[in-house]
Structures are given as structure tokens and as C-alpha cells.
């Protein structure tokens, strides 16, 4: 069975900072992919990031990049020169060739602090 | 916008009635995906369909349906509602092109259902 595990619930950082959400999963399949979304109050899911686990290189949108540790099992989202816009809910999410579907981590909700 | 299209955005109904959400995919899509997010929670998978045929089921209960249509729209049918039914229903869609059998998912903007 595969599972998504967000730790941490909510998170403070200050404007212009970095900062790194964590995000473990546990699949048996070798193939998966890993995401990242933001959800906003405003409610929509808004895709950041994508990571295939055959990726040799860690992914990187803009000022987000994913932290990939194959052998830890971990795919942490880093924000680089956080802004107050980055004020929202973020889902970590998981799939993979058995699945078909995209499992979601419980999100961890991040406030930017100017 | 991402191209996914969800209606009604609201709707608000009192216990033991039937709701209908539709979805439109983004153009050129095959997949579609329901989620369910109650207050304060994560998503919880529902069901995927895949070019009209039904690929994979969630925590999904009885009382609720779906079907995806020839024309690749599809509807979620929640019936018998109960107020712990209230929560904001998303349709996402997907090319299914990365590793791991799905794309990324873009996400229509939820209908919120209040049952009274």
C-alpha cells in the first residue's frame, strides 16, 4: 500500500527566508511519481512541482525545489525567498504504475510572516 | 485557470436530498479524478475514470455515484445526503503521461456542498 506522511502541521517563516516542508511515502512500486500542490484560502489546488522516481536530478520550478532522497524515502518541497503570497496549505502527493489515482498527505499549512 | 471546469461552485441542501456535481476535463484530457476535502483535511480519492471507463475507487460510499460520459464530462451523484457529506468536492483531470500512470492533476475549482 502506498502512503503519504506530512509531519508537520503548520509552519512559521519570514518573508525572504527559505523553508522546507517535509514529505515521506512508502510504495513498493519502482516507478512513482511525486507532487507538490498549494492550496490557497481561496481553495483551488493549484500544482507547484513534479518529481518521477527514475529522475536523476531533483526537480526545481521557479523558487521551488524538490528535495529528492530516494533511499529516505523523502521528497521535501523547499520555497526559496518565501513570500506573503506563499501563505497557504501545501499537499504533498503520490503516485504510482499500480495505483492510478494520486494520494494525498494530510498538507502542512504554512503562514509567511512579513 | 486551469482549464477543468466544476459546476455549481455552491450549493447548499438539507439531509436525505440527491446532488448532482459536473465536470468538464481540460480539452484533450482522458482522466478524470474525484476527491473529496472536508473541513480542515487532506483530499481523499474517490474514483478515476479513464476515457469513460472506470479505472480505480476510493473511500467512496454507496450512496454516491459517478460515470464519465462519451464526451468526457462526468458527474458525481451523492445521494441520501448526511451533514457529514458537507465538504468541497474536486474534479481534477490528467493526460496520464509521467511515471507512476498519472500526470499531473489539474484541479477544477471545487463544488462546496452544505448539507443543512
Known amino acids: 500500500a502506498q502512503k503519504i506522511t506530512q509531519t508537520q502541521p503548520g509552519m512559521f517563516v519570514q518573508e525572504k527566508e527559505a523553508v522546507t516542508l517535509d514529505c515521506t511515502y512508502d510504495?513498493?512500486?519502482?516507478?512513482?511519481?511525486l507532487f507538490w500542490y498549494k492550496q490557497p484560502s481561496s481553495g483551488e489546488m493549484i500544482f507547484l512541482i513534479y518529481?518521477?522516481?527514475?529522475?536523476?536530478q531533483n526537480a526545481t520550478e521557479g523558487r521551488y525545489s524538490l528535495n529528492f532522497q530516494k533511499a529516505r524515502k523523502s521528497a521535501n518541497l523547499v520555497i526559496s525567498a518565501s513570500q506573503l503570497g506563499d501563505s497557504a496549505m501545501y499537499f504533498c502527493a503520490m503516485s504510482s504504475d499500480s495505483s492510478y489515482k494520486l494520494i494525498f498527505g494530510s498538507g502542512t499549512r504554512l503562514l509567511v510572516r512579513p | 485557470d486551469s482549464g477543468v471546469t466544476q459546476t455549481p461552485k455552491h450549493l447548499i441542501t438539507a439531509t436525505g436530498q440527491r446532488v448532482t456535481l459536473r465536470c468538464s476535463p481540460r480539452s484533450g484530457d482522458l482522466s478524470v479524478y474525484w476527491y473529496q476535502q472536508s473541513l480542515d483535511q487532506g483530499l481523499q480519492f474517490l474514483i478515476h475514470?479513464?476515457?469513460?471507463?472506470?479505472?480505480a475507487k476510493g473511500n467512496i460510499l454507496e450512496r454516491f455515484s459517478a460515470q464519465q460520459f462519451p464526451d468526457l464530462h462526468s458527474e458525481l451523484n451523492l445521494s441520501s445526503l448526511e451533514l457529514g457529506d458537507s465538504a468541497l468536492y474536486f474534479c481534477?483531470?490528467?493526460?496520464?503521461?509521467?511515471?507512476?500512470?498519472?500526470?499531473?492533476?489539474?484541479f477544477g475549482e471545487g463544488s462546496r456542498l452544505t448539507v443543512l
Open positions: 518529481q518521477g522516481s527514475y529522475d536523476q
Open positions: 475514470y479513464y476515457n469513460g471507463e472506470e479505472r
Open positions: 510504495t513498493s512500486d519502482p516507478s512513482y511519481g
Open positions: 481534477a483531470s490528467s493526460t496520464n503521461r509521467l511515471a507512476g500512470n498519472t500526470g499531473e492533476l489539474f
